[in-house]
Nanobody, 126 residues
Framework: QLQLVESGGGLVQSGGSLRLSCAAS????????VGWFRQAPGKEREGVSC????????KFADSVKGRFTISRDNAKNAVYLQMNSLKPEDTAVYYC???????????????????WGKGTLVTVSS
């Protein structure tokens, strides 16, 4: 079964940190770029970060720049989102998603995903 599974969410105080993991099973992330998304209650889903297939290129939403980092470990078939200096407005369900990249490029995007995880809840208390 081809799937992505997120983990690492939870309750944290404002200013704290969390590290989210996105693990793939049934397929290799080596050939995929990966994005992180979030959806807060009553709001639309938004792109938070993404990493290219090679890992050489990353992108971040303005709201998280300087606070979040993204990385990948192809040996572990996983992608990580390190979230620092968390704010109450970061509270959301966080999803990872992946799309296949036939020819590696120095870019990533937040549309046209092939696989989605079911999400992990991040709650930041004030």
């Amino acid at each position: 079964q081809l799937q992505l599974v997120e983990s690492g969410g939870g309750l944290v105080q404002s200013g704290g940190s969390l590290r989210l993991s996105c693990a793939a099973s049934g397929f290799s992330l080596d050939y995929y770029a990966v994005g992180w998304f979030r959806q807060a209650p009553g709001k639309e889903r938004e792109g938070v970060s993404c990493i290219s297939r090679s890992g050489s290129s990353t992108k971040f939403a303005d709201s998280v720049k300087g606070r979040f980092t993204i990385s990948r470990d192809n040996a572990k078939n996983a992608v990580y989102l390190q979230m620092n200096s968390l704010k109450p407005e970061d509270t959301a369900v966080y999803y990872c998603a992946a799309y296949r990249v036939a020819i590696p490029t120095n870019s990533c995007r937040w549309w046209g995903m092939d696989y989605w995880g079911k999400g992990t809840l991040v709650t930041v208390s004030s």
